[in-house]
């Protein structure tokens, strides 16, 4: 069995029903995705739509694609014919530019909504205090339908530093929930990371993005 096959298997098989792995695939050859892909990855996630369609050459709809880098406002155009999901919306700019592609793709795209839960000034994402008002101003868009709430948090290295980020977004995100706003469907809440996913768990993830734990460490250019 291949290194990144055992891998996946485990961590399919330590991670509790109900949770979502995606595969967090930047950097990674098709061949590596394939093998995780065969091993029983259900979802990609990309950051870079460059190399999005590279792999999806090779990977296409033999999994789920969710687009989980910063999305410039120029590449909406080719991410909206492969991706399933897009985890990384924070603003209504950018969600109208997905609702009128989408619309000429005829489709209806999945988004999450990115929370600054570290509210770093370099970071993307909406911050905590306007999550609801942008949810409000996006959800009405026909062609794009609010699922969740997504956070990266501060990075340190010890997983236990990211708690209370999660704490925070998971409370906001029940708050949303319990407002039952119109076209919204609090479902997903994507948090965690290769080193914090189990504590992201605890927290309420139920989507989690891994990478090097299936992979191996990456070319310090994408850290
Ligand atoms: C790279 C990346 C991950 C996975 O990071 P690992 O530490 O390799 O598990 C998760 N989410 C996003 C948004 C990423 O860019």
Known sequence: MGKITENVKRLLY?????????????ARTADEILEAVEAGISKI???YVQEALAVY??????AQWHFIG???????V?????FDMIETVDSAKLARKIDKYSELNNKIMSILIEVNSGREPQKNGVMPEDVELIIREISPL???KI???MTMGPFTGDPEDARSYFVETRKIFNHIKDMNIPDVTMKYLSMGMSNSYKVAIEEGANI???GTKLFGERACKYE
């Open 57 to 62: 050459e090779s990977i296409g709809k033999k």
């Open 70 to 76: 910063h999305l410039q406002s120029n590449k909406v």
């Open 208 to 210: 989690i993005r891994v």
């Open 147 to 149: 699922m969740g709430l």
């Open 45 to 47: 996630g990309e950051n």
């Open 142 to 144: 026909p062609h794009v």
């Open 78 to 82: 080719q991410v909206v014919p492969i």
């Open 14 to 26: 330590e991670v509790p029903e109900g949770i979502e792995v995606v595969a967090a695939v930047k």
